[in-house]
């Protein structure tokens, strides 16, 4: 049953898909569920807005669904990635093998996996066995059809000898930002105390092999940034590496706040020991079981699939084939065309938003950039009732855009013209942009001397 699913959802637009994710995750988002309460309270923690917790879900819904298109994303003309940190990616593949290479469940880890192996790089991961095996399975198949090798932890487990054999053959990657299970030193990571793992560090120590920090950040839908840093460049010692690490994090979440898992109990663990309870981590909030937000994203994807695409799909299926064409006018042509069937579907369900697709719209008007016309798409979804959360994220997009283009007062102004919508995040960056300017006109002075 569940592969007769994934093998169904595989023949829809990715696009449509991928927004369908966003949205079943945003839903979850407004649950009554441990986890959801945990995002919240964790948040607040660290000094960011509780509201985020809707878009941390939704980005995690977007990232699960597109999962099954890995393969399809990676060779999509519109992939577009941005280097920060290194220079030529081929020549920092042949210098990095043998090294070891941290991460985190932040922006699409998985992407970063299988865009390392299409790129001609042999990478080995470590996970834990999953309890439900119709499920191991299906992960498994993923990430191998991705050219990723997986480690899994069992009781004949010998983990230095694969971690070596790993090493031989390219590199080795590990996610050491959960309170887990493993060894881990305490550091602090949003000036909180963490149980940071430990082990791979120490491994690589003893190896005297380089480490590396890499996490893929999400710019917009087709548009992602690799963020790359040599840990082990200025420092041997194991406290001092994963204190990099773990800024190096903070920093990438501040600025990509959504992108990482809030909703995992970052600060379970106590510095004596204690491993607290999820009441008591909550302060006397019950836990609830974690199945029922997988239920109900399961049977959400299986409602909205069907119900989406009856009427007439063959306009929302011309609309994808020219976009991914960058065929913009005709494919603009047929969203709008779309939209006119949906709305005149006699018994469409109450939740179902034809004008959804104007976000669509925008997003083309967003690739030719053409700022205002995608600006003013936005911000008609926003009016024909697309929650405001998904037209702000578009908003921030498109001062990505310009700064992208070095119009660093175009996006700072258009930042400001939107401030009020989501004030914590955007005040720190107008704050970044305004530096930039400053060190731009401080630049541009010394060049006329």
């Not at 309170?179 to 602090?188: A, E, I, M, Q, W």
């Not at 969203?335 to 976000?359: C, G, M, Q, S, T």
């Amino acid at each position: 049953m569940l592969r007769a699913l994934i093998s169904f959802i595989r023949l829809l637009p990715l696009s449509f898909v991928s927004n369908c994710g966003w949205c079943c995750g945003w839903l979850i988002g407004q649950l009554p569920l441990s986890e959801v309460k945990v995002c919240r309270q964790q948040l607040t923690l660290v000094g960011l807005p509780a509201r985020l917790t809707p878009r941390v879900f939704a980005h995690f819904g977007r990232i699960i669904c597109e999962s099954l298109f890995i393969n399809r994303i990676l060779s999509d003309k519109k992939f577009n990635l941005k280097l920060d940190g290194i220079d030529n990616l081929e020549n920092f593949l042949k210098e990095a093998r043998g090294s070891l290479f941290l991460t985190a469940h932040f922006g699409n880890w998985e992407l970063l996996a299988a865009f390392a192996a299409r790129s001609g790089f042999k990478l080995t991961t470590i996970a834990r066995r999953l309890r439900k095996p119709n499920f191991q399975k299906i992960i498994e198949d993923l990430r191998l059809g991705s050219g990723i090798d997986i480690i899994w932890r069992d009781k004949s487990f010998s983990f230095t000898q694969k971690f070596d054999q790993a090493l031989a053959v390219g590199g080795f990657a590990g996610l050491i930002d959960q309170d887990t299970n493993v060894r881990g030193v305490f550091l602090p990571f949003f000036e909180v105390a963490a149980n940071t793992p430990s082990t791979l560090v120490n491994l690589a120590l003893q190896r005297k092999i380089k480490i590396y920090a890499a996490f893929l950040a999400r710019k917009s839908l087709h548009d992602y940034r690799l963020v790359i840093r040599e840990l082990s460049k200025n420092s041997s010692d194991i406290k001092q590496i994963l204190l990099d690490y773990n800024k190096m994090l903070e920093d990438l979440i501040r600025e990509y706040p959504e992108q990482w898992c809030w909703f995992h109990k970052r600060w379970r663990t106590r510095p004596n020991g204690e491993k607290l309870s999820t009441r008591n981590y909550l302060d006397k909030i019950k836990r609830s079981a974690l199945n029922l937000a997988a239920a109900l994203s399961f049977f959400a994807i299986i409602a909205i699939f069907p119900l989406g695409c009856s009427g007439n799909p063959n306009n929302l299926k011309l609309a994808e084939e020219y976009a991914a064409k960058k065929e913009w006018s005709k494919a603009i042509r047929h969203y709008y065309a779309h939209i006119n069937d949906r709305n005149l579907v006699k018994n469409r369900p109450d939740w179902e938003n034809p004008y959804f697709y104007l976000i669509a719209i925008g997003d083309i008007h967003l690739e030719e950039k053409k700022y205002k016309l995608a600006l003013d798409r936005y911000l008609e979804a926003e009016a024909k009732g697309i929650p405001q959360t998904l037209v702000t994220d578009r908003i921030r997009l498109i001062a990505a855009k310009l700064k992208d283009d070095g119009a660093l007062k175009d996006a700072f102004e258009h930042l400001k013209k939107f401030k009020d919508r989501d004030s914590l995040i955007f005040d720190g960056l107008l704050d970044s942009l305004a530096k930039q300017i400053t060190q731009t006109e401080e630049q541009e002075k010394q060049n006329q001397k």
